[in-house]
């Protein structure tokens, strides 16, 4: 049995990467990913911060939230997952653009889910193991989660974290997320994709 642990690299760029190291003996931890993930970020400075943190909108416990979340939506196997592939970055940096409609949205979602877990378990949604985490995905997804969504039920709620985690995850990293093009690598693709050009060997498919 292996275990994989992720170490936080910063570029000169001042983005972090994670250098992957596969020791025998032992066993993957999705939430020390999720706490390394999203410390290293926050460590590089990403945006222009609010309040002392250095996310562009969101608290680090809503970071914290929000990637535990939508590393269950896209998680991590033999490719990276949502988490490393910086789809919390993504989505933080475009609330502060074209996703602007949807801040109050997420500030009231990310509450709700927090005060619900707590009543519950209780426990953050973060600090769940991954069969809780599933199960109150699954009560978002069914509407059963009470509580304020901004102008929308949780289902809606879970239906706009989904979009924005596939966007994250799969659209041009220049956005802020799918680092280092992993989605991209993830499906074989042998360039970025380029809007009006074709660079692929159409005599292999």
């Not at 049995?1 to 983005?15: A, C, H, L, S």
């Not at 250095?54 to 939508?70: G, H, I, N, S, V």
């Not at 989505?91 to 979602?109: H, M, N, S, W």
Request: glycine content about 10%; some cysteine.
């Amino acid at each position: 049995m292996t275990q994989t642990y992720v170490t936080p690299v910063t570029e000169d760029r001042g983005i972090p990467t994670y250098k992957t190291i596969v020791a025998a003996g032992s066993k993957f931890d999705r939430r020390v990913f999720l706490q390394t993930a999203v410390a290293a970020a926050a460590a590089a400075g990403f945006g222009c911060g609010r309040n002392g943190t250095p996310w562009r909108f969101f608290t680090l416990d809503e970071a914290r939230t929000l990637a535990a979340m939508c590393e269950q939506i896209i998680p991590a196997d033999q490719d990276p997952g949502a988490a490393w592939a910086g789809v919390v970055n993504y989505i933080d940096r475009q609330l502060c653009g074209p996703l602007g409609r949807f801040r109050e949205t997420y500030r009231k979602g990310i509450d709700t889910i927090e005060a619900s877990c707590r009543r519950r378990y209780p426990a953050s949604f973060a600090d769940l193991d991954a069969p809780r985490q599933i199960e109150v995905m699954h009560r978002l997804e069914a509407g059963e989660v009470e509580g304020e969504f901004g102008p929308m039920s949780s289902a809606d709620f879970f239906g706009v974290v989904i979009e924005h985690t596939m966007q994250g995850f799969y659209g041009d990293p220049r956005h802020g997320g799918n680092r280092d093009g992993a989605s991209w690598k993830m499906l074989g693709l042998p360039y970025p994709p380029i809007r009006g050009r074709l660079k692929y060997d159409l005599t292999k498919l």
